[in-house]
């Protein structure tokens, strides 16, 4: 049984450009959230998607955009990309009916120059 | 506004000993709370969690304890193993709509076990 998994592992992009990260659930799993970790800091939730919409949404901007598919793998998306972006961004699945217990992926380490 | 707070950075613990980390959360909303585990390089693992009504969960060496009135959590490992060492995030969530918040997360501890 596959758990969460995330692609890239690892990306390099400048200032100003755009970036999309990827995300598979856990098999049997229906929502989607993700989290921004900057270095020394705990994961911040950025948003969650269930049903293929935007459910609830933590204290980011609008640069942040998501999409959730019909097999609920979902794309994280950020705009106009900034220094302060660079951190790891982590991807994790639930059941929306018991959606305490999330389970996270491995990350994708996103570095803005 | 720090909601979920986790005071000591790193703690650090003889193999065979006692590990208490604790936690401690200000929003009355949260009703339901995790701990998870973080080695470098690797996404959180899950490791226990507690309802709002209850006030321990057990899971082999792993402990969880809830104290509501003082808005409080502890997680207590016995005994503690070297494998143990990492970052332990504490976690907290409140129900929403029939679905569960975003959880929002302590800075962690770095739990150090010393053979």
């Known amino acids: 049984d596959a758990g969460v998994t995330q692609s890239p592992t690892h990306l390099i992009k400048t200032r100003g450009q755009q970036v999309t990260l990827r995300c598979s659930p856990k098999?049997?799993?229906?929502?989607v959230s993700w989290y921004q970790q900057a270095l020394g800091q705990g994961p911040q939730f950025i948003f969650q998607y269930y049903e293929e919409e935007e459910r609830q949404r933590g204290n980011f901007p609008d640069r942040f955009s998501g999409h959730q598919f019909p097999n609920y793998s979902s794309e994280l998306n950020v705009n106009a990309l900034l220094l302060g972006d660079s951190a790891l961004y982590l991807c994790?699945?639930?059941?929306?009916?018991?959606?305490?217990?999330?389970?996270f992926g491995p990350g994708t380490r996103l570095l803005v120059l | 506004d720090q909601q979920v707070k986790q005071n000591s950075p790193s703690l650090s613990v003889q193999e065979g000993r006692i590990s208490i980390l604790n936690c401690d959360y200000t929003n009355s909303m949260f009703d339901y709370f995790l701990w998870y585990k973080k080695y470098p390089a690797e996404g959180p693992t899950f490791l226990i969690s507690?309802?709002?009504?209850?006030d321990k969960n057990e899971d082999g060496r792993f402990t969880v304890f809830l104290n509501k009135s003082a808005k409080h959590l502890s997680l207590h490992i016995v005994p503690s193993q070297p494998g143990d060492s990492a970052v332990y995030f504490c976690?907290?969530?409140?129900?929403?709509?029939?679905?569960?918040?975003?959880?929002?997360f302590g800075k962690g501890t770095h739990l150090i076990i010393q053979p």
């Open positions: 976690a907290a969530s409140a129900r929403s709509g029939g679905g569960a918040d975003g959880l929002t």
């Open positions: 994790a699945s639930s059941l929306v009916r018991r959606g305490e217990t999330q389970y």
């Open positions: 507690i309802s709002s009504i209850k």
């Open positions: 098999s049997g799993h229906d929502t």
